[in-house]
């Protein structure tokens, strides 16, 4: 399949003050569009072109095909980022099925919290932070530059992206600020539990 631009699923003003709209227009219409124009390139032509997008990123990764990786992955990474974001998310009251395996698996909302955020601190230089499904469990993961989780025979239910592009606008270099206001403020769990219910 050939790479497609998504509208974002809310104005652009939408998620400021945590999330600007300068930054959403530079991350959305130049970040995003140049993963989505270079990954077409690198697949044109290539057997790739027949695959889902789940599939080019695991077959890339496996093969060791880091321009497929890096702007596949990073395609497939902001799809589901500006998913995972709304006006007025965030908050503790999680869905149901969602809310009982972060209790069974990740020790519940506070600690799953503090886990999230410390992996994006720690993910040294640019790259996401995860909540994934593996093995039927929960579990916590980072990933570098443009890799996700599918790469590692995982699937994710949420991710952050912690490239400076995504905060740097708004927070400058206090990348914590940034995953605490956003995990507090912006996490769209519906969406997270609907990933889930797919897994
Ligand atoms: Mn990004």
Known sequence: MSFKLPELPYAYDSLAPYMSKETLEFHHD???LA???NGNKAIAGTPYENLS????????FAEKNAPIINNAGQHYNHIHFWQWMKKGGGGKKLPGKLQAMVDKDLGGYDKMRTDFVQAGVTQFGSGWAWITVKDGKLAIAKTPN????LMHGA???????????????DYRNARPKYLEAWFDNLVNWEYVEAMLGKV
Do not use: F
């Not at 443009?146 to 989780?149: A, F, I, K, L, V």
């Not at 699937?155 to 606008?169: A, F, M």
């Open 146 to 149: 443009g890799e996700n989780p």
């Open 35 to 37: 993963y989505v124009d």
């Open 30 to 32: 130049k970040h995003h």
């Open 155 to 169: 699937t994710p239910i949420l991710g952050v992206d912690v490239w400076e592009h995504s905060y740097y606008i």
């Open 53 to 60: 997008l789940e599939e080019i990123c695991k077959k890339a």
